[in-house]
């Protein structure tokens, strides 16, 4: 209700779901072309229950379910958003969008510029990776490179449900197409978000933890993982910098390299494979930009090259860690490993 | 708008009947063999509800879709299957990859993810691979089992003459994933190029949520391969008869005149989609619908009217499959958790110079 008189707190500590949710609320509110579009969204309030309570609220024609056809619906809403709607897609998970890939990428990022200007195609895609739940090789990936490549899309990707809300608002504001990527892990998450409206500003990186020795570049899931390695490493007096992309395309590359030139040393902590992924673009920045104040080459820690199997103990072997992340910031820093 | 004719309700689902309206005990099928499909069916069951309570007991992990309600189609299909034909299956493939002649042991190691699995322990409830059996995979993504279960067909255009003793393909997919694009383009190639394969909708009345007439324009889906010139054929799936027998008469067809078949059986999935789903979203009307139509008890009770069981038999068998199924829990619990030493095992066929064996945070080379 918004007549009521205003005695919440400011602030709230709520879920990284439940600050998605309460966006895309405002956001449907607000504005009569935004509409959500998704397997599943609807009657079955999502598969990771984004949309809980949307159908009821704003009715079939607001919140589309949509058979499994993600070449299909996909395309739909790019079309829709041809015409000036604002579609906000949720694909189910990250894995899923490969088969609406040739409308993301062959249409949706070229034909701003492509039909020189005519046209924009406001649309968010929604969609979770990550894994770590054992759910094998095809529903575990962290193909955020493959978009992030993509000139015409901007992709975004936030890791506290206050940046959750305010770049899924700046995202369904964009007159672009924005891949806002979640993550698995990171829904049940809480965090304090401000009330009232909040737009972020896509393309910037944030510094959210300060420090002198080194920086650990990450983003999503990562940089919870980063935060805490940073809390635990701070009571053996190492001051770490932890440097949030947020954005993954455009990439803040200023924020980086600043913080890098500050202190000398950088560890990119990733979740996707390492060659050709995002740490190889962030420490490529940091060699072009900074190279001259490292103290120490650039160190990546990423997932092993394999398709992620099933078994948890094949998982935990290949997926990146704290403590991989921790083993390596003190090879970095070249300070005697903890357990030897 | 133009006249639509297309029936859009539940009820026209429902109508279509089976194919045979004859009481089941009077088809003149020899009492043994009534008696092992009951003992197959029972055994999906125990393993099922077996495998429910291991992901409770968090023994198994990420997603695991259960042939719950869907017995007497398994078993029918499987027993059409011929040992030299394929099979592909979409995630929910436990039942199938059993009844395919894999044991009991090694389907639960799998589920475990011990190197005991089908899988080795790689692939999970989703991914069921046996090369010796031609069970050529679970498929975890939707629709992603059509297309290469098409070229299989094609590949055996190449490889052998059409007829009786030919091999054939039978590619299963959900009522969901008719409405994926895999489906139409592999429907077309299919009636293009005339292979030998059947592809079966295992109509279960529901994807997740979402049930067959608020996702399908055309919710009858033996029709779709209408466009495809090929032939559709609906069968009750509750009823393990006239489901070999539509299996059979489809993979004949296929074998000896090299015509595609859409083959649609339509059941109930008893639970939710997957193990971790209450299904909410069901109305205890259908709840009720489909544990009326549960085949399992409905089988047994069938036999013991027709006299080929009577209780005791019927619970013998029950208790035979449980005990089976306790084993397999034994064997998959005793079984060894893949080693991170074999983390790189098989991503490549071919060795090749450089590949990638670094653990996460391992320097990139040791040139230095
Ligand atoms: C391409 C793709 N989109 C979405 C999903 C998520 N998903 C898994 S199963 C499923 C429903 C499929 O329903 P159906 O084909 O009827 O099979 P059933 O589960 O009933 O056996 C969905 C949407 C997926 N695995 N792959
Ligand atoms: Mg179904």
Redesign the pocket.
């Known amino acids: 209700m918004t007549t009521e008189m205003r005695t919440t707190p400011a602030i709230r500590t709520i879920t990284y779901r439940q600050a998605l949710n309460e966006t895309l609320r405002a956001e449907l509110l607000r504005d009569e072309n935004v509409f959500l579009i998704g ?2 969204i609807g009657v079955f309030e999502g598969s990771y229950k984004i949309t809980a309570g949307l159908l009821a609220e704003f009715g079939p024609q607001r919140v589309v379910d949509a058979p ?1 056809a ?1 070449e299909g619906f996909v395309g739909a809403a790019i079309g829709a958003a041809m015409v000036g709607m604002r579609p906000v897609v949720e694909i ?1 998970t990250i894995n ?1 969008s490969l ?1 609406a890939i040739d409308q993301i990428v062959n249409h949706a990022a070229k034909m701003r510029s492509m039909y020189g200007g005519q046209v924009a195609v406001p649309m968010v895609i929604r969609m979770p990776g990550g894994g770590g739940q054992q759910l094998a090789a095809t529903h575990s990936q962290n193909l955020e490179v493959w978009y992030a490549h993509i000139p015409g899309l901007k992709v975004v990707a936030p890791s506290t449900p206050a940046d959750a809300k305010a770049l899924l608002t700046a995202a369904i504001r964009d007159d672009d197409p924005v891949i806002f990527l979640e993550n698995l892990s990171l829904y049940s998450a809480k965090g304090e978000v401000p009330d009232g409206e909040q737009v972020a500003e896509i393309g910037k990186a944030a510094i959210v933890r300060t420090g002198t020795d080194l920086s650990i570049v990450s983003y999503s899931r990562g940089t919870t993982t980063a935060l805490e390695v940073a809390r635990q490493l701070e009571a053996e007096g190492l001051s770490i910098e932890v440097v949030d992309l947020r954005s993954l395309r455009p990439l803040d590359r200023d924020t980086i390299c600043a913080s890098v030139r500050k202190t000398g040393h950088a560890v990119v902590f990733e979740d996707d494979w390492l060659s050709y992924g995002i740490g190889a673009e962030i420490s490529a920045t940091i060699g072009e930009g900074v190279f001259d104040f490292l103290d120490a080459p650039v160190r990546r820690v990423a997932a092993a090259e394999v398709p992620l199997p099933y078994a948890k103990s094949l998982e935990l072997a290949a997926l990146p860690s704290a403590a991989a992340l921790s083993r390596v910031v003190r090879e970095v820093l070249n300070v005697a490993p903890l357990d030897k | 708008m133009a006249t639509n004719t297309r029936p859009r309700t539940a009820d026209s689902v429902e109508q279509a009947e089976p194919q045979a309206a004859e009481p089941r005990e009077q088809r003149g099928e020899p009492a043994g063999q009534l008696r092992s499909y009951y003992e197959r069916m029972s055994l999906i069951r125990a393993f099922e509800l077996r495998s429910s309570e291991m992901y409770a007991r968090a023994k198994i992990g990420g997603y695991c ?1 259960l042939n719950l309600g869907e017995e007497a189609t398994v078993v029918g299909l499987m027993e059409a299957l011929q040992a030299r034909d394929y099979l592909f299956v ?3 493939d436990h039942g199938y990859a059993l009844m395919r002649g894999l044991s009991p042991e090694r389907v639960m190691a799998e589920l475990f993810g011990k190197t005991t699995g089908v899988s080795g322990g790689r692939g999970g409830s989703m991914h069921m691979y046996d090369t010796e059996t031609r069970l050529f995979g679970g498929y ?4 992603g089992q059509i297309p290469p279960a098409t070229g299989v067909a094609l590949a055996l255009t190449y490889r052998q003459k059409p007829g009786a003793e030919a091999e054939a393909v039978m590619c299963l ?5 008719t409405n ?1 694009g895999a489906f139409h383009e592999s429907l077309n190639l299919a009636g293009l190029w005339n292979l030998p394969i059947v592809f079966v909708v ?1 109509n ?1 009345k ?3 949520g979402t049930t067959v007439e608020r996702s399908s324009a055309e919710p009858e889906l033996h029709k779709r391969g209408a466009s495809y010139r090929i032939p559709g054929v609906r069968v009750d799936g509750d009823d393990v008869i006239a489901v070999r027998d539509a299996a059979r008469a489809a993979l004949d067809q296929a074998r000896t005149l090299r015509r595609p078949v859409l083959l649609e059986v339509m059941c109930y ?1 008893l639970r939710g ?1 997957s193990v971790v789903d209450p299904a909410r979203y069901r109305s205890a009307d259908d709840t009720a619908v489909a544990q009326k139509a549960d085949p399992v008890p409905a089988f047994r009770a069938t036999l013991i009217a027709a006299g080929v069981l009577d209780e005791a038999a019927a619970d013998a068998i029950d208790a035979e499959a449980d005990a089976r199924v306790t084993a397999a829990v034994e064997f998959a619990e005793k079984s060894p958790d893949p080693s991170p030493d074999d983390l790189f095992a098989y991503v490549y066929a071919t060795p090749v110079a450089n590949a990638p064996s670094a653990l996460p945070g391992d320097p990139v080379t040791d040139a230095l």
């Open positions: 397997e599943e499994i993600e189910m899923f088969i | 879709h979409g995630y929910r975890g993504i939707v629709g997919l959900g009522d969901g994933t994926i295992v279960n529901l994807g997740m999935r989609h």
